[in-house]
């Protein structure tokens, strides 16, 4: 059975090949789904914001024991001190969390806190308090999305400088819009609440994402030099082969990326409950998976898409398809020359003119294999005369 390595080393090699940027149209389709359902999520159901942003009072009920409507009965004792107010209940494996709006008074949570200790059976001390101004959510907004501007302002220049052209910068761009949207469309979509935490963790996911596909930009920018020295492959191939080299090494820098992401976001539920660690953890697992699929199937694509406009690549395509329609015809109308010959590196069958041997038929220029010999022992024997 072929290891995992064997593949990736075929992948390299072009022994194996996958047409991701050739099927361009079905990514974008998958895409272009989950951008839809995203939407619908972030202006339908709408993002669940934490109390950090809207403001108000939380209470933690620790040491709970009996989980049976814990919901109706935290919203019981909410309400005989504060009648109709929004409560949100959520719970862990022994926290009951109460957010709330904000009590204007000491007495007002001291009288809450009575009021769930007596509830759930649980002491006084069991109980925590908080109380956040929405003034705080609003300052953590305002540098978050100023961090972002900067953040996508300085990797535009980068990566225009690096790559020498704009067009990887807008391709890289689009991926980490696509990872973005999806990423708030999913946390919308299931109801996860949004905190301060998660916002740094999107954040982050953008850095992951871009670091991953300039991985794979670094390696269409060697192909398409080395393509456009030899004329053998469009820039699309060039890119496609990119992708299908890095594959291997994408996949398994995800995977050691997501595993202990994956066992701080099942510490964090089952064990610690709500707060920063879940929160930070469940945003990161959600974003470089996201990242992981874009670097693959988006960012590429869309280079290719761009960069296929250019004169210079429209013109490396036609050399590209000149070079291979002769290697298709030398193929099939040859096939005896494939059999005799091996390849070089490049591919073409390892012939040598008669002169470089010595022989009388340099002047016709046509190769002469390596093991041929030149001379009059090379001639065919006739048939010896019957004898009547």
């Given at each position: ?6 593949f ?79 409560v949100?209940v ?10 709330t ?95 301060p ?58 995977v ?15 064990l ?96 002469v ?20």
């Amino acid at each position: 059975m072929r290891s995992f390595s064997d593949f990736g080393n075929d992948l390299y090699t072009g022994k194996r090949s996958n047409d991701f940027v050739g099927r361009q149209k079905t990514w974008y389709a998958v895409s272009a789904i989950l951008l839809v359902l995203a939407t619908i999520g972030l202006f339908g159901r709408g993002l669940n914001i934490g109390l950090e942003f809207r403001g108000g009072s939380e209470f933690r009920i620790s040491s709970v024991t009996n989980f049976n409507s814990f919901e109706a009965r935290a919203k019981t004792a909410l309400g005989t001190v504060n009648p109709g107010s929004n409560v949100v209940v959520t719970k862990t494996t022994d926290t009951v969390r109460v957010q709330t709006e904000k009590f204007q008074s000491t007495l007002q949570t001291d009288k809450v806190k009575s009021a769930l200790a007596r509830e759930f059976n649980v002491g006084v001390n069991s109980i925590s308090a908080n109380t956040i101004g929405p003034s705080w959510g609003a300052s953590v907004s305002q540098q978050a999305i100023t961090a972002l501007i900067w953040f996508l302002i300085l990797v535009s220049l980068v990566l225009a400088a690096y790559f020498r052209t704009w067009k990887m910068s807008i391709a890289a761009l689009i991926a980490l819009a696509h990872d973005l949207v999806i990423t708030i469309g999913i946390y919308a979509l299931a109801g996860f609440e949004v905190t301060p935490a998660s916002v740094i963790g999107f954040l982050t996911i953008l850095g992951y994402s871009l670091y991953d596909t300039v991985v794979v930009f670094d390696k269409v920018r060697e192909n398409t030099q080395e393509a456009e020295g030899n004329g053998r492959l469009s820039f699309s191939q060039a890119a496609n082969q990119a992708v299908n080299q890095t594959l291997v090494r994408s996949i398994n820098t995800s995977v050691v990326a997501l595993l202990p992401v994956a066992s701080i976001l099942g510490i964090g539920y089952f064990l610690l409950g709500p707060g920063t660690l879940l929160d930070l953890s469940l945003a990161l697992f959600v974003g470089i998976a996201v990242g992981t699929y874009s670097s693959i199937f988006i960012a590429t694509p869309v280079l290719a898409d761009l960069r296929e406009r250019e004169p210079a690549m429209q013109e490396l395509k036609k050399r590209a398809t000149r070079y291979q329609a002769t290697q298709a015809r030398k193929a099939g109308t040859d096939p005896s020359e494939s059999d005799q010959g091996g390849t070089d590196d490049a591919g073409t069958r390892d012939v040598v003119h008669a002169s470089s041997r010595g022989g009388g038929t340099a002047s016709t220029g046509r190769p002469v294999h390596r093991n041929v010999q030149s001379g009059p022992r090379n001639q065919p024997k006739r048939p010896p005369k019957s004898k009547r």
